[in-house]
């Protein structure tokens, strides 16, 4: 019984790809696009299915990596890293 109800825990933890741009609102060529940039991480099954945990879309989600700075706020975050050596 335990092992069954933690095979529907993974199901509901894995979002497709339809599902993921159905919840972020998105093309399927941005999150294409997305997945040649690394942006989301995302697991690959038999070199065809794409699938991608929910926890890390709302990682993402909440997270600055997507999120679109100003000329300003890139300058600014680019002397800071050159001052702070990182």
Known sequence: ???LEKE?????????LQEVC??????????YSWNTKRLLPYI????????YRREDILN???????KIRSKQQIQDA???????GK
């Not at 825990?9 to 979002?15: F, P």
């Not at 690959?44 to 699938?51: C, D, I």
């Open 8 to 16: 529907n825990q993974t199901k509901n933890d894995l979002m497709t």
């Open 60 to 66: 993402f989600v909440n997270s600055d990596v997507h």
């Open 78 to 84: 680019a002397i800071s890293n050159i001052l702070h």
């Open 44 to 51: 690959k099954l038999r070199n065809r299915l794409v699938f």
């Open 1 to 3: 019984m335990e092992k």
């Open 22 to 31: 159905e919840l972020l609102h998105l093309k399927r060529s941005t999150l």
